[in-house]
Nanobody, 127 residues
Framework: QVQLVESGGGLVQPGGSLRLSCAAS????????VGWFRQDPGKEREAVSC????????YYADSVKGRFTLFRDNANHTVHLQVNNLKPEDTAVYYC????????????????????WGQGTQVTVSS
């Protein structure tokens, strides 16, 4: 069964950190572009970050640049999004998505190009 699963969300105080993970079953994530998107109720979905298949072009939205780091764990065929210095405005459900035959653009991931999506993991930043 082809599936993407996110994990690592939670409730943190402003300034805190989390590591979100995206794992695949039924296919090898190493060969796919992986994008992270987030959406808070009442707001539009935002493209946060993406990484190409090797050699690994990476994009970050301006809102997270310098605080979020996206990287592959090839040994475990997983993609991690390290989120540091979290702010209340980072509160959202975070989704990972995977697409084949595409690359991570300098303009950010195009959600329509990503075939597989996870169920989302909630990140809440609050004191």
């Amino acid at each position: 069964q082809v599936q993407l699963v996110e994990s690592g969300g939670g409730l943190v105080q402003p300034g805190g950190s989390l590591r979100l993970s995206c794992a695949a079953s039924g296919f090898n994530l190493d060969h796919y572009a992986v994008g992270w998107f987030r959406q808070d109720p009442g707001k539009e979905r935002e493209a946060v970050s993406c990484i190409s298949p090797r050699p690994g072009i990476i994009y970050y939205a301006d809102s997270v640049k310098g605080r979020f780091t996206l990287f592959r764990d090839n040994a475990n065929h997983t993609v991690h999004l390290q989120v540091n210095n979290l702010k209340p405005e980072d509160t959202a459900v975070y989704y990972c998505a995977a697409g084949s035959g595409i690359s991570c653009s300098a303009y950010g991931p195009n959600a329509g190009e990503y075939r597989y999506w996870g169920q989302g993991t909630q990140v809440t930043v609050s004191s």
